[in-house]
């Protein structure tokens, strides 16, 4: 099976484990390909939805994989018994609805030894919330696809609340430290969004960012010179 970038992007990150869950399944693509690849010995692929769990049945079936991969449909990871997958992927959904599944089974979520995250949007409650609630970045990659650019986070609980800079949490360190490849397009674009709400309305956090924003840029092109 051919994942698009962004799945790539995703998968690429899941290490070999026992069991893997993917919260939002949509139609079981990285569950099959995960397991395919030998890199996950059983899935259990999960979504909130009928339509889903439906589409998702059908793929497996057809990839032959009925006897590896479970299909269930639940919230978040109502279905996911206590220590019954040891990695655990979340993309493809609001940031708040993210946040709101780590709230509603934390000490599940707590046990998961590796969790590969990409939200669709409030990146920076995200970034905060794990950093408040004991939760350690390992790694994070920019993906672009479609025209638009996507994050991937790599996360582990360690029981220890970070303090971060606030930029942070609108960058995550991680895409910093690694120089990563798309950071400098990245940024370009959302100077060129933030520039455009600015003209139009004043916004005292859009001022700061746009900002910090530039800063940035100006230094990654000084450390590439």
Same mark, same amino acid.
């Given at each position: 099976?051919?994942?698009?970038?962004?799945?790539? =992007?995703?998968?690429?990150?899941? $290490?070999?484990?026992? =069991?893997?869950?993917?919260?939002?399944?949509?139609?079981?693509?990285?569950? #099959?390909?995960?397991?395919?690849?030998? #890199?996950?010995?059983?899935?259990?692929?999960?979504?909130?939805?009928?339509?889903?769990?439906?589409?998702?049945?059908?793929?497996?079936?057809?990839?032959?994989?009925?006897?590896?991969?479970? +299909?269930?449909?639940?919230?978040?990871?109502?279905?996911?018994? &206590? %220590?019954?997958?040891? $990695?655990? +992927?979340?993309?493809?959904?609001?940031? %708040?609805?993210?946040?709101?599944?780590?709230?509603? !089974?934390?000490?599940?979520?707590?046990?998961?030894?590796?969790?590969?995250?990409?939200? &669709? %949007?409030?990146?920076?409650?995200?970034?905060?919330?794990?950093?408040? %609630?004991? *939760?350690?970045?390992?790694?994070?990659?920019?993906? *672009?696809?479609?025209?638009? *650019?996507?994050?991937?986070?790599?996360?582990?609980?360690?029981?220890?609340p970070l303090k971060t800079d606030r930029l942070n949490y609108y960058i995550g360190q991680k895409l910093i430290e690694n120089k990563d490849v798309l950071l400098e397009k990245?940024? !370009?674009?959302? +100077? $060129?969004?933030?520039?455009?709400?600015?003209?139009? $309305?004043?916004?005292?956090?859009?001022?700061?960012?746009?900002?910090?924003?530039?800063?940035?840029?100006?230094? #990654?092109?000084?450390e590439t010179k």
């Amino acid at each position: 099976m051919r994942l698009s970038n962004r799945l790539k =992007c995703i998968a690429d990150e899941v $290490t070999p484990c026992r =069991c893997v869950c993917d919260i939002g399944t949509d139609h079981a693509h990285i569950p #099959i390909y995960l397991v395919k690849k030998n #890199i996950a010995r059983r899935a259990i692929a999960s979504d909130i939805k009928k339509g889903p769990c439906e589409a998702a049945k059908n793929n497996v079936i057809s990839a032959g994989l009925s006897d590896k991969i479970e +299909i269930r449909m639940g919230n978040g990871f109502e279905k996911i018994g &206590q %220590n019954e997958c040891d $990695t655990a +992927i979340i993309a493809g959904l609001g940031g %708040n609805i993210t946040i709101s599944i780590f709230d509603a !089974d934390s000490e599940k979520v707590k046990n998961i030894n590796r969790i590969i995250l990409q939200p &669709q %949007n409030a990146h920076e409650r995200v970034r905060k919330y794990l950093a408040e %609630n004991g *939760f350690e970045t390992e790694n994070e990659k920019l993906v *672009f696809e479609d025209g638009k *650019f996507y994050t991937v986070m790599v996360i582990h609980y360690s029981g220890k609340p970070l303090k971060t800079d606030r930029l942070n949490y609108y960058i995550g360190q991680k895409l910093i430290e690694n120089k990563d490849v798309l950071l400098e397009k990245f940024l !370009d674009k959302e +100077i $060129t969004r933030l520039e455009r709400i600015l003209a139009k $309305t004043e916004n005292e956090e859009y001022s700061w960012l746009l900002k910090e924003y530039a800063k940035l840029k100006e230094r #990654i092109l000084w450390e590439t010179k």
